[in-house]
């Protein structure tokens, strides 16, 4: 553990609510970190900043959950939690703010994948190890630790092979497939992977054809707005995938108030991604037919990143979350056994 003259806080908290960021993007940049209480630096302590995204969905609020419960007082950390509150300017301002202060490690999830060059350049040379988690970067890896996260690209794929397979035992095979797709937040790791995995994949079908792909921004208001903007140019929509359960309740409600039916006894196809509870629920009831899995659970992976430098062993630069897909059909089964 390294001696650091830092302030161990123990949170940091930009704070969400719209009411005291709302006005313009530059008044929120401006907007100073805003800090809630902190303890003296103790140097039993592994002090962690965590720059999250944001709260844009119910994967986010268990993804930020389990690093809450994972660096505990108990377990030897000081957690310095940051909000990206969905701003990546925010975040890398919050980056600067981390590194300045001397904190032992920096794990980030990052908005967007473009843009961090420098300031992860700045914590190399100030010797500050940086965690990847989640979302990745387009930035050089010799720039930071290590990336653990979902293969984003593969989810996608599996999206569209449990499609095909499903028309082709409805007896669909060679009918004209009309697709809409609602991607997550643009430039961020798990939209670019995910739609390329749908958009490789679809590309197989000749008589496939995408109707829309849109974004909805990762949220259940936006995949509503969207949805209801989409229901209004195209009628005939056979399949929806949407890049996260959150914005697919969202445009479920935008087709239930137009009387567009959809699940397993309705004229949609429902698919999306991440597997939360509700998710299972829903799936259970046959709204939706498919949930990818992807696990918010990384913090483990994490933790044992960072006990093993502490021990001075190398790292794998690349680690990948455990995931499946869930079906209507086997949701029952799972579903008591899910932490998320
Ligand atoms: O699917 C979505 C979230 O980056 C994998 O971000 C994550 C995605 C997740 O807000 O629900």
Redesign the pocket.
Known sequence: MKKKLILGLLFIVITAGCTQCSGTEEVTYEKKLARSGGVSYDEKYITIGFIQ?GK?????DANTRDYQNTFTKEKGYNLIYIDGNSDARRQVKAMHDLISQGVDYIIL?PIVEDGWDDILKLAQDSKIPVLLA??GVSADPSLYTCWI??D?KTEGVNAVKWLADYLEKQGRKSEDINLVILE??KG???TIGRTEGLRKEISRHKNWHILASECGN?TQGEGKAVMEQILEKHKDIDVLIS????MMFGAMKAMTQKDVSYGVDGDVITIS??ALGEAFERMMTGELMVSVE?N?LIAGLCEKVIRQIEAGHEVAPVQYVQESVFTYKNAGEYSKDRKY
């Not at 844009?56 to 986010?60: C, L, T």
């Not at 890049?243 to 959150?246: G, I, Q, R, V």
């Open positions: 995204t844009e969905s119910d994967w986010r999830d989640d979302r996260g979902s984003f997550g937040t961020a790791s798990a990762f890049e996260n359960d959150n991604f991440d992807c918010p």
